[in-house]
């Protein structure tokens, strides 16, 4: 690690875009608690309302999915909660339970445990991003790649008690370490990350087709085959708990009305979405909520058709696109803005369309998503729903 992470300028500069960052959200996060009322007083608050109302600096970074997170380290499974991965919380159990022995501190260290696993992972994240976006283009395309990962409106779920700072990790190393042909260990990162986000069994058809395009003997290559078994023992587990090994799948119909059975074309969700801008109130809080899930669909469907003319790898563009599919086939955009913030490929090709762009117009957009990003955390801090 220490070879790959040294504290050369590149490396200065990303902790530096990681520290701003990271210190604009904490303002923000003072700010909303003084200006914004809560939207629920009883539910979806981190830690619980009354440590809460203590100390919201702490626990508004545990809002929501959060909330099962914690339950799920501190508890281990209940009823209705296996749509939620076990890597993430099994980290967080395995560094604070030694120093939790009541319910109280339970909550304080598991929150602060969660919180630097998240951070850390983030940061991380964007150093290793960094190095394989340089395998193929110049540090300028990475760099912008990574500031408009930071800037993106939803990235505050980067340092939130959720696990896609992990999972961005996981993915990462594993397309950086297939891209050196360290297959072995490109498996062991793919296999816990499809443990960590159902989005992990994507990295399987991602690293064949690299392994495939690198004409790669397969005495050496086999080791991909171990991607899926995070996800398959992960099923297996379900089938012994709850006796169904596709409980993380059909739970999610219970996040909301806007999932449905079967499989719904993204046609089908577009006009789906037309017709609820055009007759939702523009004044209630979920509206915006519904404008930028409807653009992160439009945004990223069309960037892996564009990466494809700009002749992105392919391993990337199926991860890509694939990654954006997989949480519309019931038939929502909900939580997309959240979910696309793991496809680190539709961010390299973003950049790519923003180094084509006149500079005031980059500047310009880069400021309209850092300020969507702090009305976005703010709602976030004071559970509103946003993704």
Not at 87 to 115: E, H, M, Q, R, W
Not at 165 to 194: D, Q
Not at 233 to 252: N, T
Not at 319 to 342: K, W
């Amino acid at each position: 690690m220490n070879k790959w992470i040294g504290l050369n300028r590149d490396n200065l500069r990303i902790l530096f875009l990681f520290l701003l960052w990271k210190i604009g959200l904490i303002l923000i996060l003072v700010l909303s608690i003084i200006f914004i009322p809560l939207a629920y007083k009883d539910r979806f608050l981190g830690g619980g309302s009354i440590l809460f109302k203590l100390s919201p600096v702490l626990f508004s970074w545990a809002n929501f999915d959060g909330e099962h997170y914690l339950s799920i380290a501190i508890y281990g499974y209940k009823n209705l909660e296996q749509a939620f991965f076990p890597v993430f919380p099994f980290l967080i159990s395995f560094f604070a339970k030694p120093f939790s022995d009541t319910i109280l501190s339970s909550l304080v260290n598991y929150t602060i445990i969660g919180l630097i696993i998240s951070n850390s992972s983030f940061l991380l994240a964007t150093y290793y991003l960094f190095e394989l976006i340089k395998i193929d283009y110049s540090k300028k395309i990475a760099f912008l790649t990574i500031i408009l990962l930071i800037s993106f409106p939803t990235s505050f779920y980067f340092g939130s008690l959720y696990n896609e700072p992990l999972f961005l990790l996981l993915s990462v190393l594993t397309f950086l370490n297939a891209r050196k042909g360290k297959w072995f260990l490109a498996s062991i990162f793919g296999l816990i990350a499809s443990g960590t986000r159902v989005f992990g069994i994507l990295l399987f058809p991602a690293i064949l087709i690299e392994a495939y395009q690198k004409k790669e003997k397969f005495n050496r290559a086999f080791w991909i085959f171990l991607i899926p078994f995070g996800l398959i023992l992960y099923m297996w587990y379900q089938y012994i708990s709850v006796g169904d090994p596709l409980a993380f799948y059909h739970l999610q119909k219970n996040v909301g009305e806007q999932h449905q059975a079967g499989i719904i074309l993204p046609p089908q969700i577009f006009y789906r979405y037309t017709k609820m801008l055009l007759s939702f109130n523009g004044f209630k809080p979920i509206y915006q909520t519904i404008v930028l899930e409807f653009f992160a669909g439009i945004v990223f469907l069309i960037l892996p058709i564009y990466g494809y003319f700009k002749k992105v790898r392919l391993s990337y563009l199926t991860y890509s696109l694939l990654g954006f599919l997989l949480p519309t086939i019931q038939g929502s955009f909900s939580s997309l803005p959240r979910y696309v913030l793991i496809l680190f490929p539709s961010f390299l090709i973003l950049a790519l369309w923003f180094e084509k762009i006149p500079k005031k117009l980059k500047i310009i957009l880069i400021l309209c998503s850092i300020f969507l990003l702090a009305i976005e955390a703010s709602l976030f801090f004071r559970v509103y729903w946003v993704a």
